[in-house]
């Protein structure tokens, strides 16, 4: 069974920045594709970034206020993916899950993945 498990989030300010890992275990971590998603309460879980497999490019892609300020990344030597985060904004405070997915790719689509981390909080201050 695929386990995540996320690290990396806490407290920062506005403007600072946050690295948040997700180690993949019990599966092929390199026929994933990896995604980043966030939830705040009272809303629906949404998008932020993914990373496709190799075979596929490991095309990327961000929601609309990742863009520029996020970097998704996988390291298959640690089964690991990564999600830096700059230029944080109080409006980026959530809680963050990774996912996979079993086709490789790099949704942005909730249903699509598969196995989910337990999450991770992330809180920016102004």
């Known amino acids: 069974q695929v386990q995540l498990v996320e690290s990396g989030g806490g407290l920062v300010q506005a403007g600072g920045s946050l690295r948040l890992s997700c180690v993949h275990s019990g599966g092929s971590f390199s026929d994933h594709g990896m995604g980043w998603f966030r939830q705040t309460p009272g809303k629906e879980r949404e998008f932020v970034a993914a990373?496709?497999?190799?075979?596929?490019?490991?095309?990327?892609y961000y929601s609309d206020s990742a863009k520029g300020r996020f970097t998704v990344s996988r390291d298959p030597g640690a089964n690991t993916v990564y999600l830096q985060m700059n230029s944080l904004k109080p409006e980026d405070t959530a809680v963050y899950y990774c996912?996979?997915?079993?086709?490789?790719?790099?949704?942005?689509?909730?249903?699509?993945?598969?196995?989910w981390g337990q999450g991770t909080q992330v809180t920016v201050s102004s």
């Open positions: 996912a996979a997915e079993r086709n490789g790719q790099a949704s942005r689509s909730v249903p699509d993945y598969d196995y």
């Open positions: 990373v496709a497999v190799r075979w596929r490019g490991e095309m990327t």
